[in-house]
């Protein structure tokens, strides 16, 4: 048995396995879990070394794994692709703008992952659900935007006054 049969085919639904096109569609979905799971975890553990305290960040990422986990194991039994992928996506968009909004704003690294989310729905969902969030990215990005420019945050000084820590972690996990 090979890794891929043993640790990924075995979370794809049955009901995906007899067509290739569900099948690819389903390996994407659980193997791209299988690294934002890695991802986040890793973030986590580094996030809460950086700052031991609980906090949003902590306890989003924290969540942010529940529900990965929880996901996983749904899809193997459901196979519900479209649906859970669009719920990865609605809790991973809040922590993204939930988290880098008191701190860097529109200047965070971490708004490419909305861009990356974007495309990963074109791939695992369909067409609709990218273009979606592909509006929600624009809108989210429009209104950082707005909010810097018109002096409702002032982003530029919130990032000068993180700490050297911030950026490279905001940089090893976007």
Not at 125 to 150: H, V
Not at 163 to 174: E, M, R, V
Request: aromatic residues 18%; hydrophobic residues 50%.
């Amino acid at each position: 048995m090979t890794f891929t049969e043993k640790y990924i085919d075995h979370f794809v639904f049955s009901g995906e396995k007899t067509n290739p096109e569900t099948f690819r569609k389903g390996r994407l979905f659980v193997t791209s879990i299988y690294f934002i799971l890695i991802t986040a975890i890793l973030g986590g553990i580094f996030g809460f070394v950086r700052q031991p305290q609980l906090n949003a960040t902590n306890v989003t990422t924290a969540v942010s794994i529940a529900v990965m986990c929880v996901v996983l194991l749904l899809y193997s039994k459901s196979g519900n692709r479209i649906m859970f992928a669009n719920i990865l996506c609605t809790v991973f968009f809040m922590a993204i703008y939930g988290t880098i909004t008191p701190m860097a704003g529109i200047y965070a690294s971490t708004n490419v992952w909305a861009i990356v989310f974007s495309c990963w729905m074109f791939l695992i969902a369909n067409r609709t659900s990218g273009l979606i969030w592909f509006s929600m990215s624009f809108i989210a990005f429009t209104l950082l935007y707005y909010a810097d420019t018109t002096g409702i945050n002032n982003f530029k000084e919130a990032l000068i006054s993180e700490p050297a820590d911030f950026f490279y972690y905001d940089f090893l996990f976007s």
